[in-house]
């Protein structure tokens, strides 16, 4: 049984893959990163799941990493920091590599790590009152594993404007930055992934799997070297001067050192 995930799958074939830690705001932690990539492949594996939703429960899609997991890695050997890496490296290439539609709905608040996992969707629908951040920076850290699927989906010159600013931004720019397709009334998300959802059901699921698996060929490379370059920058960040700096500030609920 799943702690901190929720799967329910409708006679079409519509799988829902909630996110349910609504008390935390959906962080990933270490549990969910593991469940998360589990799900992953049991969804893809099963001839019976048509398209994929991934939705938060409670009052956010995804907060981003969970900061009790992001402080434990600051205690911990070399070697274990590497494993926590790799697994949120992991669990990204697990839901970017799931060989069926997998479609966000987004709402509340979507940070870090929550920006990562709207960018490994194929599509994003966003409510227009939800808010977007790349807030590493502001711990001291980068936006490391969730890097090349960022990159991917908004392109350089976008990415630029959001990536190192931890500038938070509304639904509307989220659409101009290409991170999301569309912004719309809360009231309206609902039908708005069910029209997303609607057309795929009348596709071959197989045609499906071997265009989605072209896309990602002929788009950005995100390959094992990829991968283990971006995990190489988030262990250098957690082990430089200002991780331990940034996420101790926050515990002790006062600025960094860089805010003077």
Not at 165 to 178: D, H, K, M, P, Q
Not at 203 to 219: D, F, H, M, T, W
Request: aromatic share 6%; with cysteine; charged share 25%.
């Amino acid at each position: 049984m799943a702690e901190t995930i929720r799967i329910k799958t409708d006679a079409r074939g519509v799988a829902m893959l909630w996110l349910a830690r609504p008390d935390k705001h959906n962080a990933l932690s270490q549990k969910m990163m593991e469940e998360l990539t589990e799900a992953a492949g049991r969804l893809g594996a099963d001839s019976g799941v048509r398209v994929v939703v991934l939705a938060g429960e409670g009052a956010s899609f995804c907060a981003g990493g969970d900061l009790g997991w992001m402080k434990a890695q600051m205690g911990v050997d070399a070697e274990t920091r590497r494993a926590g890496a790799r697994l949120l490296a992991g669990m990204l290439s697990a839901l970017n590599t799931l060989p069926k539609p997998l479609i966000a709905r987004v709402h509340g608040n979507a940070f870090g790590g929550g920006v990562g996992m709207m960018s490994v969707c194929d599509i994003a629908i966003a409510s227009r009152e939800a808010k977007f951040g790349l807030t590493e920076v502001r711990l001291g850290l980068i936006p490391a594993t969730i890097g090349p699927y960022v990159l991917a989906r908004m392109g350089e010159d976008k990415a630029r404007r959001v990536f190192f600013s931890a500038r938070i931004f509304g639904a509307e720019e989220a659409v101009t930055l290409n991170l999301a397709a569309r912004a719309v009334p809360p009231a309206d998300l609902d039908r708005a992934v069910e029209d997303e959802v609607a057309p795929f059901l009348l596709a071959a699921p197989g045609a499906i799997a071997a265009a989605k698996a072209q896309c990602r060929a002929l788009g950005p490379r995100i390959d094992q070297a990829t991968i283990e370059d971006s995990i190489d920058r988030l262990v250098a960040a957690w082990e430089g001067s200002e991780a331990p700096e940034g996420i101790a500030a926050f515990f002790d609920k006062r600025k960094p050192a860089w805010q003077g």
